[in-house]
């Protein structure tokens, strides 16, 4: 079911579950990227699974946590994707303008699982670890 994303990328959503498919620009210079046309001169595509866990409400606001796999790797991809689809991020400055003057928070991201194959072997390395930060417990 495609929802639509402002005409830039595309939106697949089914319950709580969904992928985000975009065209990213980075601007080294301003450490910032944005999502853009497709056929826009640098641009490099962007393609992430979502699922919603559960919600919270902070400061009266009501915020979803949500487990995130990257199928690319691109600059602050998943700020400047859930930003864009309307969804940004508690406490990211650079994406979330709730929180644009502020400098005593930061992003609520949080790696709980890497993988990545070993470069002096055959095998997998993978690492895993539970949050700490309250903000990460329903």
């Given at each position: 079911d495609?929802l639509?994303?402002?005409?830039?990328?595309?939106v697949y959503?089914?319950g709580?579950?969904?992928e985000?498919?975009?065209?990213?620009?980075k601007d080294?210079?301003?450490?910032i990227?944005?999502v853009?046309?497709?056929?826009?001169?640098?641009?490099?595509k962007?393609?992430l699974?979502?699922?919603k866990?559960?919600?919270?409400?902070?400061d009266?606001?009501?915020y979803?946590?949500?487990?995130?796999?990257?199928?690319?790797g691109?600059?602050h991809?998943?700020?400047v994707q859930?930003?864009h689809h309307?969804?940004?991020?508690?406490?990211?400055?650079?994406?979330?303008s709730?929180f644009?003057?502020?400098?005593?928070v930061?992003?609520?991201?949080?790696?709980?699982?890497?993988?990545?194959?070993?470069p002096?072997g055959a095998?997998?390395i993978?690492?895993e670890?539970?949050p700490e930060?309250?903000?990460?417990?329903?």
């Amino acid at each position: 079911d495609v929802l639509g994303s402002r005409g830039l990328g595309d939106v697949y959503k089914e319950g709580d579950k969904g992928e985000f498919t975009d065209y990213l620009l980075k601007d080294g210079k301003n450490n910032i990227s944005t999502v853009t046309d497709k056929d826009t001169k640098g641009s490099k595509k962007a393609v992430l699974l979502y699922e919603k866990l559960g919600e919270k409400t902070i400061d009266g606001e009501k915020y979803s946590l949500m487990r995130v796999r990257l199928l690319t790797g691109r600059h602050h991809q998943i700020r400047v994707q859930f930003s864009h689809h309307g969804y940004p991020l508690y406490g990211d400055i650079k994406y979330n303008s709730d929180f644009r003057n502020r400098r005593d928070v930061s992003p609520a991201l949080f790696a709980y699982h890497l993988s990545f194959k070993n470069p002096v072997g055959a095998d997998r390395i993978t690492v895993e670890a539970e949050p700490e930060s309250e903000i990460f417990r329903l």
